[in-house]
């Protein structure tokens, strides 16, 4: 029976979708974070619950030809990359892996009634985070720090490289900590809800090589503000050139990466970027997909499965400012943008002005509530794109794109275990998938994104 603190020596035989690798001992499953599938390990059990174990690394004996190490100086102590360990094609299968697991064991979908492909990697899988965000805090000596969290900790690890993102990322966060020595700046403490500045957001724009940089406070002004601008203005060893300058208040006790006031310290208030062919004004509050390179990727895969032909009425749920809509406007007769957002919606409208397209129309408001008012006003759609949070969307929601009877529903999703559940529920509606594509936006991490195409099955109706 195994105990806390047991130690032992253990041949990982799996891999699991968060990163930890898997062996048996006594017939039960025990996780292993930054082990993969054939390492020999010794491990600690740390935790024992009725059905598995957790175990901590304490040393490998025999590296699987799966590992990879070395990948970042920081990969040890930061909780960001939990796949770093991992050789990139593993990471790609282990995904596809992960994304079947949970659409037949959660959705409960025969893998013989679908297609799911191999996962789209990319041919460069890092440096490719166009926003970072970094925490502030003390260390150990009192001296003020920037960089990610430890893993399983809100206690801050310095950034010396992150190899995720932009190494201009590290410089505007060094800048930051600099002006604060300087200026007696303080860093926001989460226990006592004292001290000012509490995070740096960083957003870059790859083919404008526009930047942005978001200081994120626990009050209305910055001390002598004109001192932070000289400082990051006039950096010279960055490819990106500072267009906008952003004061986020957030005075409210919660851990948000952004309050809902900006002030404008320096420039203007958004950055551009182009992403599939089309313009885009990106302000901070902005969803904006992290990795464009592979965001073409997903939403190409997205307006292939769709297969618009030019006279399709199309609804986009969850829009955000509007990227999707905007690619298959080019293709589809009409297309109407749902986002809660409100902010988000007139960067939408914005976004098409610029491109000059004519054919769309959004709305504010959340994804059930619009999506229930088009049904009762009989609004019919040929082709729905639905890309909600992590959460996954309802079965408001999902009742209601049944009730609109659309032909094609193209579903990206963010988390396989919600994807999962939403199919099974839409199969229930007479909707049925058919193609599966995961795509890997977040090399080194065990996020994953996934294309699916659902089509009505006439035979059902």
């Known amino acids: 029976m195994l105990k806390k603190n047991d130690i032992l020596e253990v041949s990982v035989e799996a891999d699991s979708g968060n990163g930890s690798g898997i062996c048996r001992v006594d017939g039960m499953a025990v996780f292993i974070s930054g082990t993969t599938r ?142 604060m020595k300087e200026n007696n700046v303080s860093c926001y403490d989460e226990k006592s809800h004292k001290g000012l500045i509490r995070r740096v957001f960083v957003r870059f724009g790859f083919e404008s090589k526009e930047a942005m940089v978001v200081i994120s406070a626990n009050g ?25 300058i952003i004061l986020n208040i957030n005075e409210q006790k919660n851990n948000l990466v952004l309050g809902d006031k900006n002030i404008t310290l320096y420039g203007e208030d958004y950055i551009h970027d182009t992403l599939c062919g089309v313009n885009y004004k990106i302000s901070p509050n902005s969803f904006f997909q992290i990795n464009p390179v592979q965001t073409e990727v997903l939403y190409n895969k997205a307006i292939e499965f769709a297969e618009l032909k030019g006279n399709e009425t199309v609804i986009d749920l969850y829009c955000g400012i509007g990227t999707i809509s905007l690619m298959a406007a080019k293709y589809a007769k009409s297309v109407i943008g749902v986002e809660i957002v409100e902010q988000a919606i007139e960067d939408a409208k914005n976004n098409s002005r610029i491109n000059g397209i004519e054919n769309t129309e959004f709305i504010a408001g959340s994804a059930e509530t619009i999506a229930s008012q088009l049904a009762e006003n009989g609004k019919k759609a040929d082709v729905i794109f639905i890309d909600p949070p992590r959460k996954g969307s309802d079965e408001i929601t999902l009742d209601c794109i049944a009730r609109m009877s659309p032909e094609k529903i ?23 998938t058919k193609k599966v594509q995961p795509v890997d936006m977040f090399p080194n991490t065990s996020h994953v994104e996934t294309v699916v195409l659902i089509q009505h099955d006439t035979e059902i109706s």
Do not use: W
């Open 410 to 432: 193209v579903y990206i999703s963010c988390n396989p275990a919600t994807l999962a559940r939403d199919l099974a529920y839409l199969k229930s509606k007479g909707y049925m």
């Open 38 to 179: 054939f390492d020999r390990v010794k491990i600690k059990i740390v935790n024992v619950k009725s059905s598995y174990a957790v175990a901590e690394l304490l040393e490998i004996i025999e590296p699987s030809d799966f590992r990879e190490d070395g990948f970042c100086v920081s990969s040890d102590v930061c909780g960001g990359c939990d796949f770093a360990h991992i050789k990139y094609d593993r990471q790609l299968e282990i995904k596809k892996e992960h994304v079947l697991s949970c659409l037949e064991r959660i959705g409960k979908l025969e893998k013989d009634d679908f297609e799911c492909f191999d996962t789209c990697g990319m041919q460069t899988p890092y440096r490719y985070r166009n926003k970072m965000v970094f925490p502030l805090g003390y260390d150990k000596n009192k001296r003020i720090t920037g960089g990610f969290y430890k893993r399983g900790t809100h206690d801050i690890a310095e950034l010396k490289s992150c190899t995720q993102g932009p190494k201009e990322a590290s410089i505007f966060l060094n800048a930051v900590v600099q002006y």
């Open 220 to 244: 209305k002004k910055l001390p002598k503000a004109e001192k932070l601008i000289e400082k990051l203005v006039l950096l010279n060893e960055t490819r990106f050139v500072i267009k906008s």
